[in-house]
């Protein structure tokens, strides 16, 4: 793998770099539950009109991988901000949040009527939530026989229907939301294996942590077969970090348990 070529972009506002035009690097956590992800990228002497102009909410994409394997690993807004000079050298440092607007600040107050069921209630709201939506399957479609008031801010609301009475995963991932059952994955069936970027497994504890070369296909709940001389089967991610930089770290590390 130290022969693959690092490829990466980073999108902040309407600006877009490659790592030829811009040293960045990046650390991009990811877990499988409706906490929302929060990326931290440091970019490296950006103009001082570029450093002046990047504002809180502005869009951020990553994508990461090898040359012809490239995809999106974060899509998210800014939500702080800091430089710092060293001698002749600039670093900005960005944290960025999934769905930041959407999920801080959207509210909610409506009274749905009697009999409504989880699914339509769900389809209205999500509307009003404005994030794309990547896979809608609910483990349970519960029915309100006396209806239900939906009032607070939409993320609280939406996470009681979902999680609470619905018993079904609620995850946002690279700007979709994904609601499914938790037993079943998002992706399914990719291989991890040396040959396909493996570096390292540890069965030493109840979740097994996995190493390998940066990989924008892995993410939360994504079911996996693993195939190496210490470990066999089939698994799913419960949490992970995607990190890279120029000339350091590139790696995806992994914690999944069997499945």
Avoid at 7 to 24: R, V
Avoid at 34 to 52: H, M
Wanted: aromatic content about 8%; charged content about 25%; some cysteine.
């Amino acid at each position: 793998m130290e022969f693959w070529i690092r490829t990466a972009t980073l999108q902040i506002g309407a600006k877009k770099y490659s790592l030829d035009d811009l040293t960045f690097d990046f650390e991009v956590p990811f877990e499988d539950s409706e906490e929302l992800a929060t990326a931290t990228i440091n970019a490296y002497n950006l103009s001082a009109a570029t450093r002046n102009g990047i504002r809180k909410g502005d869009p951020v994409i990553i994508n990461a991988g090898y040359e012809g394997d490239m995809g999106v690993i974060f899509v998210g807004q800014v939500s702080g901000l800091s430089h710092k000079r060293s001698t002749t050298d600039w670093c900005t440092k960005i944290t960025a949040t999934e769905a930041l607007d959407e999920w801080l600040t959207a509210q909610i107050n409506k009274t749905y009527q009697k009999g409504i069921k989880a699914k339509a209630m769900l389809q209205d709201l999500l509307n009003i939530f404005g994030i794309e939506i990547g896979t809608f399957d609910l483990a349970i479609d519960k029915e309100y026989p006396r209806g239900k008031v939906c009032k607070g801010k939409l993320k609280d609301v939406l996470t009681e229907i979902v999680v609470s009475d619905c018993k079904s995963r609620f995850l946002i991932r690279c700007g979709k939301i994904i609601i499914n059952n938790p037993a079943d994955g998002v992706n399914k069936g990719y291989l991890l294996s040396p040959s396909t970027g493996l570096l390292r497994s540890d069965e030493e504890r109840e979740e097994i942590h996995i190493e390998t070369g940066l990989n924008y296909h892995l993410g939360p709940a994504d079911l996996i077969k693993i195939q190496s001389s210490d470990l066999n089967g089939r698994f799913m991610i419960v949490r992970g970090t995607h990190r890279g930089s120029q000339s350091g770290d590139w790696k995806t590390e992994i914690e999944v348990k069997p499945a």
